[in-house]
């Protein structure tokens, strides 16, 4: 597709889903939209994600994200400008070695090399593997239908080339469970078909698959059912684990009401309210002894309306049970 085809193809996704943020066009596109540290048990995670076009899919009810990207196209030498002012960034220099694991975004698809550049790609690889010499995990954020296999090991050969070994991860939006939900209110354009697909062709490379699931993503959906959501999630990820040997991973995020969506609609309307995180903790204990890790998303990253997030003053405890969690996996701290 052309430049126009695609700047007219996040138009209309964004259109369809009756979005009315602004994109981030002002940005520097020589700096990166965002990074930042997560803390987990096997060590310490960099987020990073990267400013590229947005996401070309942007139709998703209530994900503000392409907001923070550019409607036009990014050049890969912008990116590879973004590439070199983030491993200069002083706090990521300090933490070269202590870096386990790097997870890789534009708030859309990394593989789709419409909207980030291949050549701005294998610069990363090369970035990572001189920069990063403990780096044990590779996440890729995209959605499934821009995998390559074929990329896929040429990526897993360029990682092999590290200091140490470094497995591959998948990092697949699943948003809900509820098909239904999922596809006709949510507007995912994800088949448990296609998600499946993924899993078999991943499983004989050992690449690991991360699933970003939210709590209470519409707001048909009583507090109640979302957590039943996530509880049937859990069960049919550890089914997928089970059967295909293959390492999953659940990143829980707790629905907010984000800005210039129709979600913000209904929270203004009394339609939506954030899940509870007490009610978040509820979900997740349902993973216990299940065959999958699971991380709770704890920040709304400063998108959400007005008394529109789930982080509310009074929950300060339950956010620190959370991140005690997510630092080791104890389900003690998900007790009430």
């Not at 965002?34 to 998703?60: K, M, N």
């Not at 975004?105 to 990063?132: C, E, P, R, W």
């Not at 995990?137 to 360029?158: Q, S």
Request: charged content about 20%; overall charge negative.
């Amino acid at each position: 597709m052309d430049q126009e085809s695609i700047y007219n193809q996040i138009l209309s996704g964004h259109r369809k889903a009756g979005k009315h943020y602004a994109f981030n066009d002002d940005h520097d596109p020589h700096r990166p939209a965002d990074f930042w540290f997560q803390h987990s048990p096997e060590g310490l995670i960099l987020f990073v994600v990267f400013f590229t076009q947005a996401c070309r899919w942007s139709r998703c009810l209530g994900c503000n994200l392409p907001g923070r990207m550019s409607s036009r196209h990014v050049s890969y030498k912008a990116i590879m400008a973004q590439i070199d002012n983030l491993f200069n960034q002083p706090e990521i220099v300090r933490q070269y070695a202590a870096i386990h694991k790097i997870i890789v975004s534009n708030n859309g698809s990394i593989l789709d090399q419409a909207t980030f550049s291949s050549t701005a790609f294998m610069y990363l690889m090369a970035k990572v593997n001189l920069h990063l010499p403990n780096l044990a995990v590779f996440a890729l954020e995209t959605r499934p239908e821009f995998v390559e296999f074929a990329e896929l090991e040429f990526i897993a050969r360029a990682l092999a080339e590290g200091d140490t070994p470094t497995e591959l991860e998948l990092a697949i939006g699943f948003e809900a469970f509820d098909e239904h939900v999922r596809n006709q209110f949510f507007d995912k354009g994800l088949s448990f078909e296609g998600f499946e697909k993924l899993v078999r062709l991943a499983a004989p490379y050992n690449y690991r698959i991360k699933t970003y699931f939210m709590q209470k993503p519409v707001p048909q959906m009583t507090d109640a059912e979302a957590v039943r959501d996530i509880e049937r999630a859990i069960d049919y990820l550890h089914g997928m684990a089970g059967r295909y040997g293959i390492r999953i991973n659940m990143h829980l995020n707790p629905t907010y009401a984000a800005r210039g969506t129709l979600l913000e609609e209904s929270f203004q309307k009394g339609q939506f309210t954030a899940p509870l995180l007490s009610d978040v903790a509820r979900a997740v204990r349902h993973a216990r002894d299940k065959a999958l890790s699971v991380f709770i998303g704890l920040s709304d990253e400063g998108l959400a309306v007005e008394g529109g997030s789930f982080l509310r003053p009074a929950d300060a405890q339950w956010v620190q049970r959370l991140e005690q969690f997510n630092r080791t996996q104890d389900y003690a701290f998900l007790e009430s």
